[in-house]
């Protein structure tokens, strides 16, 4: 079973920069996707970030230039860095860790709740 456990959350002002983490206890925390997502309320929860086993990065168009997402796999951890945050960026954030087996799997955080003020 793999535990995710988010940090970082708040309440800031429009313009302001928030960092979330998320640490993992996977024991193959390295060959797995890791994603954050957002939901906001009474909307469908959507893909902010992710980051693949290689490095590769590939974000919304939303926060393209604002977010950067960075895994430490030698910490088992990766983080969310929001700069310049917008009002519509409020929502509960959710870490993922994204994986194939013999099939797809997930695992979810608990999702730490950001708040833009404007």
């Known amino acids: 079973q793999v535990h995710l456990v988010e940090s970082g959350g708040g309440l800031v002002q429009a313009g302001g920069s928030l960092t979330l983490s998320c640490a993992a206890s996977?024991?193959?925390?390295?060959?797995?996707?890791m994603r954050w997502y957002r939901q906001a309320p009474g909307k469908q929860r959507e893909l902010v970030a992710s980051?693949?086993?290689?490095?590769?990065?590939k974000y919304a168009d939303s926060v393209k230039g604002r977010f950067t997402i960075s895994r430490d796999n030698s910490k088992n951890t990766v983080t969310l860095q929001m700069n310049s945050l917008k009002p519509e960026d409020t929502a509960v954030y959710y870490c993922?860790?994204?994986?194939?087996?013999?099939?797809?799997?997930?695992?979810w955080g608990q999702g730490t709740q950001v708040t833009v003020s404007s």
């Open positions: 993922n860790l994204h994986g194939m087996g013999f099939e797809p799997y997930d695992f």
């Open positions: 996977a024991s193959n925390f390295d060959l797995n996707e």
């Open positions: 980051q693949l086993t290689s490095g590769s990065t």
